[in-house]
């Protein structure tokens, strides 16, 4: 009975903890990704809890800190211009986001058709990403600037061309094009991996049945790209959410704080006003609006498509 008892411990054991092979095994596992959890705990995770402790002190980013409690996030929660930033965000979200896609997903479509110049027109569309965000808003400034290329085509057609970077609604919409031409590539790219990663028979059954290239994309393309289409959507959105460098770099938040944006409000409070405190707290209270939107997103899209 004893040794029946001993025998029933040890398969326990082993089931639990596996045989010291096993344990080598992912003791290596474990090895491996070390680095980038050390990583992640010091440039990610650690930041997140000292920001976390400056949102409630007050006081310059070099200097001693008084505990304040929470009247910072009560001075970010009732001032209203921070709800002009964040309204700032979503107008670029709404605006930004669906041309975007669309545009993304009509050159995957075009570029999933294999051909002899396939590879000249995937090496055009790269080239943006390549492009630095700040080399980027330098050449879209100068195209958008009062002299121009886009005036002067503007000027060559009869329209009066308006000066871009100075007016609320011109300027907001320099940022778009320059976040959609930027942004676009990286959607392409994931668009025609999840394109060509669907199998053909869908479509010769599609073929059979006689469906249309409107119905084959509705019911067999649009159904299999979920994922990935919620992937782009999600991301577009955070990084919408988190938009600074063509700020700063084309409009530097204006005219009249019409481009001005959350993160831009958290570089302003932190490096010029030196309001680290204030800051912090903003930083939290955007940190937790960008997850509950993710969430959400998640949350509608729940669910897989199978056939």
């Known amino acids: 009975m004893k040794e029946k008892n001993t025998d029933t411990v040890s398969t326990i054991v082993t089931k639990k903890y596996g045989t010291k092979a096993r344990q080598r095994e992912m003791l290596s596992g474990y090895l491996f990704i070390l680095p980038f959890?050390?990583?992640?705990?010091?440039?990610?995770?650690?930041?997140?809890i000292m920001t976390f402790i400056q949102s409630f002190q007050t006081g310059g980013t070099v200097g001693p800190r008084t505990f304040v409690g929470l009247q910072n996030y009560v001075k970010i929660l009732?001032?209203?211009?921070?709800?002009?930033?964040?309204?700032?965000?979503?107008?670029?979200?709404?605006?930004?986001?669906?041309?975007g896609q669309f545009i993304a997903f009509g050159l995957a479509l075009y570029l999933k058709k294999t051909s002899k110049l396939s590879p000249f027109f995937e090496t055009v569309y790269f080239m943006p990403?390549?492009?630095?965000?700040?080399?980027?808003?330098?050449?879209?400034?100068?195209?958008?600037?009062?002299n121009g290329p886009i005036n002067y085509l503007l000027e060559i057609i009869g329209i009066?061309?308006?000066?871009?970077?100075?007016?609320?609604?011109?300027?907001?919409?320099?940022?778009?094009?320059?976040?959609?031409?930027?942004?676009?590539?990286f959607y392409i790219y994931i668009y025609v991996a999840a394109l060509r990663g669907i199998p053909n028979d869908?479509?010769?059954?599609?073929?059979?049945?006689g469906a249309n290239p409107w119905q084959m994309l509705r019911k067999v393309t649009l159904p299999l790209m979920r994922n990935s289409i919620l992937l782009c959507i999600v991301m577009?959105?955070?990084?919408?959410?988190?938009?600074?460098d063509s700020v700063f770099t084309t409009t530097n938040g204006g005219p009249l704080n019409s481009t001005k944006t959350v993160v831009f409000a958290i570089y302003e409070l932190t490096f010029k006003n030196n309001?680290?405190?204030?800051?912090?707290?903003?930083?939290?209270?955007?940190?937790?609006?960008?997850?509950?939107?993710?969430?959400?997103?998640?949350?509608?899209?729940?669910?897989?498509?199978?056939?």
Not at 134 to 142: E, K, P
Not at 202 to 209: K, N, P, R, S
Not at 285 to 295: D, G, S
Request: net charge negative.
């Open 37 to 48: 959890m050390l990583f992640l705990i010091t440039f990610s995770l650690l930041p997140i």
């Open 78 to 99: 009732t001032d209203r211009q921070y709800y002009d930033y964040l309204l700032n965000n979503f107008l670029y979200i709404i605006m930004s986001l669906p041309v």
């Open 275 to 307: 309001l680290t405190g204030l800051g912090a707290a903003l930083s939290m209270l955007f940190l937790l609006v960008i997850l509950l939107i993710t969430a959400l997103q998640l949350r509608l899209n729940k669910g897989d498509i199978e056939y």
């Open 236 to 244: 577009s959105t955070i990084w919408q959410l988190q938009l600074f």
């Open 129 to 146: 990403l390549l492009i630095s965000m700040v080399a980027a808003s330098m050449i879209m400034s100068y195209m958008f600037s009062v």
């Open 160 to 185: 009066d061309a308006p000066n871009w970077l100075n007016k609320t609604e011109t300027a907001r919409i320099v940022i778009v094009i320059l976040e959609i031409w930027k942004g676009c590539t």
């Open 202 to 209: 869908f479509y010769e059954v599609g073929l059979i049945e």
